[in-house]
């Protein structure tokens, strides 16, 4: 067996050795030529799997070793029987602990009150579930809107979207990146909007039109954005626009990269039946650090502050907005503790 690797997911050099011949490469080096006797690939969101890359090769197995896939094509995959993985939920902790930072930060500086705020939170998946039980202790109000759960589970519990941006203070996006979510944040929903609201995108940066973002800048608050149109490069004048901008590097953590990795070797060696690497982990148990939810909140406030100083990675990005590839890159992955919901007594 052949594996092709992104040379960027971290702790996986030397565990599939073993079993397979794998050669690694940057993002920008997996083509055609690389994967013409690969079995498996291993990529992260700079590898675009479509038919362009994939038509002339054996490949049965993608594991992509981040939360979203967009950068799949699924269907090309499902006609050509190629099994897709993607490590949902791996670093969710992580951008918990970015989003509670950047609501935390940017209050502090504009004098606003986090507690007894709402939070609107579009998006209710792993993440959005997390960053609302970690609100919700900080004393805020949780709004929630998610239209493919509320079909699926009924509409207790969810608000429809024009709700949602007319009540909220703050508005965070954890949607992935599909039709019905690509420029989600429009002039029609900057207008709906409450004014002075915070706005944070950490999900994919087409998800915003930078536009529309433009056009309504005065009417909001903070603006906190992690992920970006055209990225690598990115639009000078969108980030002069912020008040907080990162390299896409929200969920990137120690904890957030050994999920991943224990995630992508589980499910290869599930789907190639290698029995030894079933139960593989990228770190020890004794290496992972919890906060229950709810907590007391003046904790869970420490907390946040004390292990993610967010500005830092702001005046980074803003010194250098050329080399956003080789910041994301080279990034100190960050210590961040999972966050576990704790069933009340």
């Known amino acids: 067996m052949k594996i092709v690797a992104d040379e960027n997911i971290p702790l996986l050099k030397g565990v599939l050795e073993p079993y397979a011949e794998v050669v690694y490469a940057p993002a920008g080096a997996i083509r055609p030529a690389l994967l013409k006797d690969a079995d498996a690939l291993f990529i992260r969101t700079r590898t675009r799997c479509d038919a362009a890359l994939l038509a002339h090769s054996p490949v049965r197995f993608i594991a992509t070793a981040t939360v979203g896939a967009d950068h799949i094509d699924a269907g090309y995959c499902r006609q050509n029987g190629i099994t897709v993985f993607s490590a949902a939920g791996c670093n969710a902790s992580a951008v918990v602990q970015y989003v509670m930072a950047a609501l935390l930060e940017t209050a502090l500086r504009t004098g606003k009150k986090i507690q007894g705020s709402t939070l609107g939170i579009i998006g209710a998946g792993n993440i959005g579930r997390l960053v609302g039980a970690a609100a919700a202790s900080l004393g805020m109000s949780v709004l929630l809107n998610d239209p493919p759960r509320a079909a699926r589970e009924g509409a207790a519990g969810f608000v429809a979207l024009e709700e949602l941006l007319s009540r909220a203070d703050s508005v965070t996006l954890h949607v992935p990146l599909a039709g019905d979510t690509r420029n989600l944040a429009s002039h029609a929903f900057f207008e709906q909007l409450q004014h002075g609201a915070t706005f944070i995108n950490t999900s994919r940066g087409e998800v915003t039109d930078e536009e529309a973002l433009h056009r309504h800048r005065k009417k909001l608050g903070a603006v906190v954005l992690d992920v970006w149109q055209n990225e690598p490069h990115i639009s000078l004048a969108t980030l002069a626009a912020t008040d907080i901008a990162t390299p896409h590097i929200a969920g990137y953590s120690i904890q957030g990269k050994c999920n991943a990795t224990t995630m992508v070797v589980q ?31 003046n904790r869970l406030l420490e907390r946040f502050t004390e292990t993610y100083a967010i500005f830092e990675d702001d005046k980074l990005l803003r010194a250098q907005p050329h080399n956003f590839e080789q910041i994301r890159n080279s990034y100190p992955l960050r210590n961040t503790p999972e966050l576990r919901i704790k069933n009340s007594p």
């Open 267 to 297: 499910a290869l060696a599930a789907f190639f039946n290698i029995g030894t690497l079933k139960n593989f982990s990228a770190a020890s148990e004794a290496e992972k650090t919890f906060i229950d939810i709810p907590c007391d909140g």
